[in-house]
């Protein structure tokens, strides 16, 4: 049963991610909102982020109770949209609301799943997240016939989410974490580490933001383009699923791995933008720039720091957050023929940082539990 509801949370998580991502750009332009507003307007999600890890090194602690209390005002904040949406600066000081609350959700739940379930099951667990999103991207474009319809869905999927993240708080889950030791926690400690988690998120920018953009001027047809994205997330889903046995090895090795095919991806989509073999064969590469990253790296932070869940927020935080926003700027500052070229530039920075990283940070997962 536990395993249901941490599975259940991630669907529904990440379905109402799809909303947000895919969706909500153009509920905002069908309002009448300018491509500058909405930029601005999404720009605040990232760099809340960010943020929001730096009060809790020393003020607030992210326990059980600061979660449920995340999670309500999530519901909130969601349906303030209904009142808020059509008024530009209230409309972003509610989305920047809204992202502060999220910033704390998913890093607790990461380091439950992980202490509860184990490196073996967490993929199992999280690929329901890739589900999630992709349906909902299928079922919500035959239905989005007016802006306040995604409002709707997104408002229902947010309280499914409440609800399986509700149920888990049932457990007693705290008591399972292990958060001892008295270690102040530091960015210098591991600073090559965040340095590589940054530009690897940086890197991801142009195929985040563009790559839609990108291959339609390429000469690929706005379905083969979906057929792309729904491929890229179907090889996700499968290395979350079969990834257990892979991450029974040094993680550390395996995070190089996974930046340096990174750079092999961004490389190719640069050399061969229309060749749509290869263009299917950068998305099979999702598995492993995306989805084995993710888990990889959520596991080492897990072994580094005793605040295992402030650890957690500053990987969304620096990489998801600051990252995430800082390579969108300079996807849009750089787009056009060389925007892949810088995208292996920034992925081969992170190469960079995370191979130099000290001996004494390598940390076998078979350590781990």
């Not at 600061?66 to 209904?82: D, G, N, Q, R, S």
């Not at 509860?116 to 999280?126: F, T």
């Amino acid at each position: 049963m536990l395993f249901f509801n941490i599975s259940a949370f991630y669907f529904f998580y990440f379905a109402a991610v799809g909303v947000y991502v895919i969706f909500l750009p153009k509920v905002l332009n069908d309002i009448g909102y300018s491509a500058f507003d909405i930029g601005i307007i999404l720009a605040v999600a990232p760099l809340m982020k960010f943020a929001m890890p730096f009060l809790f090194l020393k003020h607030i602690n992210l326990n059980k109770s600061m979660f449920k209390k995340a999670l309500f005002l999530t519901v909130l904040a969601v349906t303030l949209f209904y009142i808020t949406i059509e008024h530009f600066y209230i409309f972003m000081l509610n989305n920047a609301f809204l992202a502060a609350c999220l910033s704390l959700i998913l890093p607790y739940l990461e380091v439950t799943t992980v202490t509860v379930l184990g490196k073996e099951r967490y993929g199992k667990a999280r690929l329901f997240g890739s589900i999630g999103f992709m349906l909902i991207a299928l079922v919500l474009a035959k239905f989005l016939t007016s802006p306040f319809i995604a409002l709707h869905y997104y408002l229902a999927i947010v309280v499914l989410t409440v609800i399986f993240a509700l149920l888990l708080l049932k457990n007693d889950l705290e008591a399972k974490i292990n958060q001892t030791g008295d270690e102040v926690f530091s960015f210098l400690k591991h600073w090559a580490f965040w340095a590589s988690i940054f530009f690897m998120q940086v890197s991801f920018g142009g195929f985040y933001n563009f790559f839609t953009i990108y291959e339609l001027e390429y000469g690929l047809s706005l379905e083969t383009i979906s057929y792309l994205w729904a491929f890229g997330v179907i090889c996700e889903i499968l290395m979350l699923y079969f990834q257990a046995p892979i991450l029974k090895n040094n993680l550390l090795t395996i995070i190089k791995f996974c930046v340096g095919i990174t750079i092999f991806r961004w490389l190719l989509l640069y050399l061969y933008p229309d060749n749509l073999e290869i263009v299917y064969f950068t998305q099979a590469i999702h598995a492993f720039s995306f989805a084995l990253f993710h888990s990889a790296v959520v596991i080492y932070l897990y072994s580094l720091y005793d605040n295992k869940k402030l650890a957690q927020q500053f990987m969304f935080g620096v990489g998801y957050g600051l990252g995430g926003f800082v390579g969108a700027f300079l996807a849009g500052a750089t787009y056009g023929e060389y925007l892949f070229l810088f995208s292996a530039i920034f992925a081969l920075i992170s190469f960079i940082f995370v191979w130099f990283l000290d001996k004494k940070d390598k940390v076998h997962s078979k350590k781990l539990f």
